[in-house]
């Protein structure tokens, strides 16, 4: 699909939402590929930080998911503790693959990564890519340009 194409998003199948722990999942350069290809860095970030160890995603309440449809790779996305609001979780590494926009894999995978922190009342933020302010909006964000953040999400952290 091309940008500012009219088609109707691909039929997606089985859909699949898996904790990635040990090492970045099957189809993740292809991806990586894809995305820098758009002007998206966020996955050469995400892969660099995981071959370090900088960036692993397991601090309490921390995790990240990678999205399947019929076992080819989706999207991915991750929260961590927020470097600024300790007591919140920031959205981190959230990319969806164009084939798979306006699916609603993103959703699925966000509502996945975002339940553990709403069930204990723990605020999210997020740093909106370019263009994506109505994705996060919908999920219920609100606009909030601070602490390099654009959006929040749940309870005022202060």
Do not use: K
């Not at 692993?56 to 470097?83: C, H, K, Q, W, Y």
Request: net charge neutral; glycine share 12%; proline share 7%.
């Amino acid at each position: 699909m091309t940008q500012g194409s009219t088609a109707a998003p691909p039929c997606i199948g089985d859909v699949r939402l898996d904790r990635v722990v040990e090492a970045l999942p099957t189809g993740f350069e292809t991806m990586r590929s894809e995305a820098l290809a758009e002007g998206y860095r966020v996955l050469e970030r995400l892969a660099t930080d995981w071959a370090s160890g900088a960036l692993r995603f397991t601090n309490p309440g921390e995790m990240l998911l990678a999205a399947s449809s019929d076992g080819v790779l989706a999207g991915i996305g991750g929260v961590t503790v927020d470097p600024a609001l300790p007591q919140a979780l920031r959205m981190r590494r959230f990319y969806i693959r164009r084939a798979f926009r306006r699916s609603g894999i993103g959703q699925r995978l966000a509502a996945a990564l975002l339940e553990p922190a709403l069930a204990r009342g723990c605020p999210v933020t997020v740093n909106a890519a370019p263009g994506s302010a109505a994705f996060w909006e919908s999920l219920g964000f609100l606009p909030d340009e601070r602490d390099g953040r654009t959006h929040l999400l749940g309870v005022s952290p202060g």
